[in-house]
């Protein structure tokens, strides 16, 4: 009879170590992986964010109508822009979990690390190609060359960190299964970029196919989670293999740490945040010589003239605060990020990093009028989407449970209400503001401008409306219901939070 398997500690998805260690870390020529990783969190949000430019300098000469063509052609160039900020997402969540297994790093695995940073800054110039010449497949090999180089230099730390174990995290350091941990950590590192392999020979002949296949990478967790759960329904729960290595959970299913969630999403932001500006200072600088000769020297003439695109400015930097400070409140509630989540988070920052294009649109209305309606929608469908997955981010929170959000933002709870008005106010003034356009197009531009200038002042004063809110509905009668007993108090939640 085998003797009984005592089961090893969980892996520490942390990795933080005592700071007592850091004399032995300097005797064997070793670091802590928390700079380098705050340095590569950093790079891939700039990554992932500046993929919208592209899109953003799409060229549309005040000539040209609002056509089909130039719809479908700003469609596929969204389209490819969000399919590459999820692998670029995917990347990064791969690339935190990868260093939560290898604990320490030493002078050898910085420079692999910055190898495999070099080919992700590559990312933006093959994206380029792939929605300037989507049918061309030289720009969708070269994008897949670079994430199979990305996932081989990702091995070569894996195998590099287990052929010396004093780098890993001490938990698998003393493990006695620690070659099964590698070959699983190398099979989820590598299993994306094999799918780019394929999908790279696909380009040559079918192209569709390589964008179909580009497109499983970013679902691949999700589709093996859909599959494992109808494979227990089929033929039921199957018994753990004897050396197993579910204890050093290196799975793209689970979630990631809350606190890397919040870095890379404030990266996004804060990027976003900043390149609305660049257009400004780019096209909006006036040359001497047309100061001289078309305003008569006259700087202010010349600045008012660019009136509108200020106007654009202000109120697009101004959403994207907004929608900052409404993604910081709903963390400042969330206990953890939970798998679903961080899908939803994903896609709203996808969404956050097209609002340069919503900026792009609105800036646009005073040279090619006749397109401002097109324009009002594109922008209100871009940031109702951003908008719409933080709520839904809030809702997955609330069904899953205690675990997921602190009592206060529950249902019953004193923020519930708050929190619901703060994170539904971007989704209904967007989708007020769409619906406006459809029935008074002639004031279309007047009502997303009264939206943009609405929504800050609402947001000044929505703690107040919602405590108006509140009052008025406990007035109504039925609401307010009979006095409970003091055990059924006990033992459920008000339907409105109490006054404070």
């Excluded at 490819?80 to 900020?85: D, E, G, P, R, S």
């Excluded at 599959?227 to 033929?235: G, I, K, T």
Aim: aromatic share 10%; hydrophobic share 50%; charged share 15%.
């Amino acid at each position: 009879m085998s003797r009984p398997r005592t089961p090893e500690p969980a892996l520490d998805m942390q990795g933080d170590s005592p700071t007592g260690t850091r004399n032995e870390d300097s005797a064997d020529r070793t670091q802590h992986s928390h700079r380098m990783l705050n340095f590569s969190d950093a790079l891939l949000s700039i990554i992932a964010t500046v993929m919208i430019l592209p899109v953003t300098h799409t060229e549309i000469s005040p000539e040209q109508q609002f056509d089909k063509n130039i719809q479908k052609l700003l469609a596929t160039r969204i389209a490819v822009y969000l399919m590459t900020f999820l692998i670029v997402t995917v990347a990064w969540a791969a690339h935190t979990r990868l260093f939560q297994v290898v604990g320490k790093i030493d002078d050898t695995l910085a420079l692999l690390n910055l190898a495999c940073m070099m080919t992700i800054t590559f990312l933006p110039f093959t994206f380029s190609l792939m929605v300037t010449f989507p049918e061309v497949p030289l720009g969708i090999l070269l994008f897949c060359v670079c994430v199979i180089t990305i996932g081989a230099v990702q091995a070569l730390i894996v195998v590099y960190a287990f052929h010396f174990p004093h780098l890993l995290n001490p938990q698998i350091a003393r493990s006695t299964h620690r070659a099964l941990c590698r070959q699983h950590v190398l099979y989820i590192v590598l299993r994306g970029p094999a799918l780019c392999l394929a999908a790279a020979g696909f380009s040559l002949f079918f192209y569709p196919a390589s964008y179909l296949l580009m497109a499983t990478v970013i679902f691949l967790p999700y589709v093996n989670k859909a599959a494992s759960w109808c494979r227990r329904r089929l033929v039921g729960p199957q018994e753990p293999p004897a050396h197993s290595v579910e204890v050093f959970t290196f799975d793209l299913q689970e979630p990631l740490s809350k606190e890397r969630v919040e870095a890379f999403s404030d990266g996004v932001y804060a990027i976003v945040a900043t390149l609305l500006i660049l257009d400004i200072c780019e096209h909006n600088v006036p040359d001497s010589k047309e100061v001289a000769e078309r305003f008569h020297g006259s700087l202010m003439l010349a600045l008012s003239a660019s009136g509108p695109r200020f106007l654009a400015y202000f109120g697009s930097f101004a959403t994207v605060g907004l929608l900052w400070f409404a993604h910081h409140s709903l963390f400042l509630h969330v206990r953890k990020a939970t798998q679903s989540m961080g899908l939803l988070n994903t896609l709203s920052l996808a969404f956050v990093g097209g609002l340069p294009l919503a900026y792009q649109q609105t800036a646009a209305l005073a040279r090619q009028p006749r397109d401002e309606l097109e324009s009002v929608r594109v922008s209100c469908a871009i940031i109702f989407l951003a908008s719409v997955f933080q709520l839904a981010m809030w809702t997955a929170a609330l069904l899953h449970g205690p675990d997921a959000l602190q009592p206060a933002a529950r249902f019953g709870g004193a923020e519930h209400a708050f929190m619901l008005a703060k994170l539904a106010l971007y989704p209904c003034a967007s989708l007020l503001a769409f619906a406006c356009t459809c029935f008074l197009s002639r004031f279309s531009t007047a009502i997303f401008h009264l939206t943009q200038v609405a929504v800050p002042f609402t947001f000044l004063l929505l703690r107040l409306l919602v405590r108006l809110a509140l009052r008025l509905l406990r007035a109504l009668p039925g609401l307010a219901g009979p006095a409970p007993d003091a055990q059924d108090a006990a033992a459920q939640a008000p339907l409105l939070p109490a006054p404070r």
